[in-house]
């Protein structure tokens, strides 16, 4: 609008001009008209530069519009898709059978792995000759069928010299041999989210090492002495689970079980066979049969199984704080008359204190009845402690990857052997799951069945 009156002004100034008498028209200089003849020139360019930027305005008017109208376009698009889907949706919720329908085939849960461990040991006991005294490699196969369908077998390989007899009746080392024993195997049925079934060659929860703490998982290169009076596997059934208590994170384990039980070695039962051994037999009562006319059978060494359960209680304080404690038990049979009875009761409990502090141990008692010695009381119990000293929070590397060691532990067999054993060692990290250990042992042992005396030993181990 300002525009069109400065043109208008300039034309009627002209007009004017022409329109005055040449005197007056005389008195307009040269200078004068040159000057209105310049803001001419200037008022059209003015002029032509809003044309251009009018017809710019229009073009980006006319480019946003055909803009709008296709996202209009693709937002009809996807609310029709939308609907569509959603009629889909309920169309085939509609069709869902009111049972779920039994897979063909294996889900995508199916799988199989392996896991476990490998040991080299080099020590030295005193009075002998040091060396290299253990080559182990225990791999566990792990199965998935299913959702609720997993199987577990875990093999013991060891490298050792084999025994010669000699002409003087003595035993000699002969070359190096293989030995493979499987030391579990078992099918695990996932009934719900607190009951498992179990059943084959079981890892028996008579207290909790066999389970949690056996191979590179225990931080000392060797077991507690008393775990030898108590049977690590046994074939049979279980039922085990675990049920939560509140919501402070507190549970309650079980388990219950039945298996073949212990066995004799020569069917009777005298405390000691033959050939003047122990005639107990924790883990050899498989279901085979060895007759006295040397052909085999089928069949549990003696008429009814053995029982036994674990109840434990596990209380957490806050994170890497917590407490466990534990009770189990096993009885049945023996003997192959079905005479005699052989039962165990086992106390366990483990402590943690900040990631760096651990506490477990066990108490064990047997009731071993004989025939010749009345009942024999194998008992004995283990403590084992560890500090990792990274919770010092000092800058130094090599230190913050070691971990201390300790355990005491003592077993009285019931014939008349006692030991005792106090162990002092370290765990260097190398990595997370390959672990340096050493340690060194005292032990004091009397009677017939006594123990070599104090020795040290070097562990490599490597968990995988």
């Known amino acids: 609008?300002?525009?069109?009156?400065?043109?208008?002004?300039?034309?009627?100034?002209?007009?004017?001009?022409?329109?005055?008498?040449?005197?007056?028209?005389?008195?307009?200089?040269?200078?004068?008209?040159?000057?209105?003849?310049?803001?001419?020139?200037?008022?059209?360019?003015?002029?032509?530069?809003?044309k251009r930027d009018h017809q710019q305005d229009e073009i980006k008017h006319n480019e946003d519009q055909m803009k709008i109208q296709q996202l209009q376009q693709q937002l009809g698009q996807t609310q029709?898709?939308?609907?569509?889907?959603?009629?889909?949706?309920?169309?085939?919720?509609?069709?869902?059978?009111?049972?779920?329908?039994?897979?063909?085939?294996?889900?995508?849960?199916?799988?199989?792995s392996m896991v476990g461990d490998a040991e080299v040991q080099f020590g030295k006991v005193e009075g002998s000759h040091s060396g290299f005294a253990l080559a182990d490699f225990a791999p566990i196969f792990l199965y998935r069928a299913g959702d609720n369908i997993l199987f577990e077998a875990g093999f013991d390989v060891t490298l050792q010299n084999s025994a010669v007899s000699l002409s003087n009746g003595n035993t000699g080392n002969g070359d190096g041999q293989t030995s493979v024993s499987l030391s579990f195997a078992q099918l695990d049925y996932l009934y719900n989210d607190y009951v498992t079934?179990?059943?084959?060659?079981?890892?028996?929860?008579l207290g909790t090492y066999s389970e949690r703490s056996a191979g590179w998982l225990n931080k000392i290169p060797d077991d507690p002495l008393v775990r030898d009076v108590v049977p690590g596997s046994g074939v049979g059934a279980q039922l085990r689970g675990v049920i939560p208590v509140g919501d402070s994170g507190q549970s309650l384990t079980y388990a219950v079980y039945g298996a073949n039980g212990p066995g004799s070695i020569d069917g009777t039962g005298n405390a000691r066979d033959v050939d003047g051994d122990p005639n107990l037999d924790l883990n050899g009562n498989v279901g085979i049969v060895?007759?006295?006319?040397?052909?085999?059978?089928?069949?549990?060494?003696?008429?009814?199984?053995?029982g036994g359960g674990r109840l434990g209680w596990?209380?957490?304080?806050?994170?890497?704080?917590?407490?466990?404690?534990?009770?189990?038990?096993?009885?049945?049979?023996?003997?192959?008359?079905?005479q005699y009875g052989w039962s165990a009761a086992v106390l366990d409990a483990a402590l943690h204190i900040s990631p760096y502090f651990e506490a477990k141990g066990e108490?064990?008692?047997?009731?071993?009845?004989?025939?010749?010695?009345?009942?024999?009381h194998p008992r004995g119990w283990w403590v084992q402690a560890g500090y990792k000293l990274a919770g010092l929070d000092l800058d130094f590397p090599v230190v913050n990857n070691v971990e201390l060691v300790s355990r005491y532990d003592t077993e009285n067999d019931g014939m008349d052997t006692k030991t005792e054993r106090v162990t002092a060692g370290y765990v260097y990290y190398l990595t997370s799951t390959l672990l340096f250990e050493g340690d060194y042992e005292w032990l004091h042992s009397r009677g017939p069945g006594a123990l070599p005396s104090n020795e040290f030993v070097l562990q490599l181990s490597y968990g995988f």
């Not at 959603?86 to 995508?108: C, I, W, Y």
């Not at 079934?197 to 079981?202: H, K």
């Not at 596990?314 to 008359?337: C, M, R, V």
């Open 1 to 50: 609008m300002k525009t069109r009156s400065l043109i208008l002004s300039a034309v009627v100034g002209c007009a004017v001009g022409v329109m005055l008498p040449p005197r007056a028209a005389a008195v307009v200089s040269d200078e004068d008209f040159n000057a209105l003849k310049n803001l001419v020139q200037q008022l059209n360019d003015q002029v032509q530069d809003l």
């Open 363 to 376: 108490y064990i008692r047997t009731w071993w009845e004989t025939a010749d010695s009345g009942t024999l």
């Open 314 to 338: 596990f209380y957490p304080l806050k994170p890497h704080y917590d407490l466990e404690l534990g009770i189990s038990g096993q009885t049945g049979e023996w003997d192959n008359a079905g």
């Open 290 to 306: 060895n007759n006295p006319d040397g052909t085999t059978g089928t069949g549990n060494l003696h008429g009814n199984p053995s």
């Open 197 to 205: 079934l179990v059943s084959g060659d079981m890892l028996l929860p």
């Open 80 to 112: 029709s898709l939308a609907t569509n889907a959603v009629q889909k949706a309920e169309a085939a919720a509609r069709l869902q059978p009111t049972k779920p329908v039994a897979s063909e085939g294996p889900s995508a849960t199916h799988n199989f």
